[in-house]
């Protein structure tokens, strides 16, 4: 009896214990059920009406055809060997001009570089022979007649320019006609003639504006074809023959 009264007292609080858990249970089965029915229960009000549609076959092929909406890529080019040297010298060359341009000798070298571009491009415009520039007073030095070693009173300019004219020497032609200028005004006494003086020096000398003003001219195309070494075209010289002829008939009025 004691026994039986053990075992009752054993199991009397496990079977208390188990009755919330499968209250529980069930109380969680039956939510499930009804969640799953009001779920249904929204479906089958759901009454909206759907509409079919279908794609516009004649936009689509306007589409298509739009040539902005072709996002193909072009078909790609072999590099060749060329176009492979172009990108290294162009990589070459951005690296040298930033490396440079960080460095005081850098800029220098850089402002050098420009300097002598520019320099060429104006020769290049101009037609200049930069070689012949330097070797030009050597040239000079074998010519008959010197800048500082002549006596204009004892020349006779008119055979002189025709005889230069004739050899196709319009270089010296035009330098003679400069002297000649120079002669007409020493022999007036309205410069003096010496020749140690610069063109600008007889320039100054005169008080007629209208002298001043044609000798100038005649100094700049003398000092354009002499000094300069530039050729000179019979049209030019043509032009310089006008000026010379148009200020000696000042000159002498």
Do not use: C
Not at 73 to 91: G, H, I, N
């Amino acid at each position: 009896m004691k026994n039986l009264i053990f075992i009752f007292i054993l199991l009397f609080p496990a079977s208390l214990k188990a009755q919330p858990a499968d209250s529980l249970v069930m109380h969680s089965v039956s939510d499930i059920i009804s969640d799953e029915a009001q779920i249904k229960n929204e479906f089958e009000q759901d009454t909206l009406a759907v509409q079919q549609k279908s794609f516009d076959l004649a936009e689509i092929e306007k589409l298509k055809s739009d040539s902005d909406l072709n996002y193909k890529q072009p078909p790609s080019v072999v590099e060749t060997l060329w176009d492979r040297f172009k990108r290294w010298l162009s990589w070459l060359l951005n690296s040298l001009f930033v490396t440079a341009a960080t460095t005081d000798i850098g800029n220098l070298i850089i402002y050098i570089i420009a300097a002598i571009i520019i320099i060429a491009a104006i020769m290049a415009l101009l037609k200049v022979n930069a070689f012949k520039v330097f070797y030009s007073g050597a040239d000079q030095a074998k010519q008959n007649y010197s800048v500082f070693h002549e006596n204009i009173h004892e020349m006779d300019f008119d055979k002189l320019i025709n005889e230069a004219v004739e050899r196709k020497q319009l270089r010296l032609a035009t330098r003679l006609v400069f002297l000649h200028a120079l002669k007409i005004l020493s022999d007036k006494h309205l410069i003096d003639f010496n020749p140690g003086k610069t063109n600008h020096d007889y320039v100054e000398e005169l008080s007629s504006s209208e002298l001043k003003t044609g000798l100038n001219e005649l100094s700049f195309y003398f000092d354009y074809a002499w000094y300069g070494n530039f050729s000179i075209s019979e049209d030019q010289f043509l032009k310089i023959k006008n000026v010379f002829s148009d200020w000696r008939n000042k000159a002498n009025g």
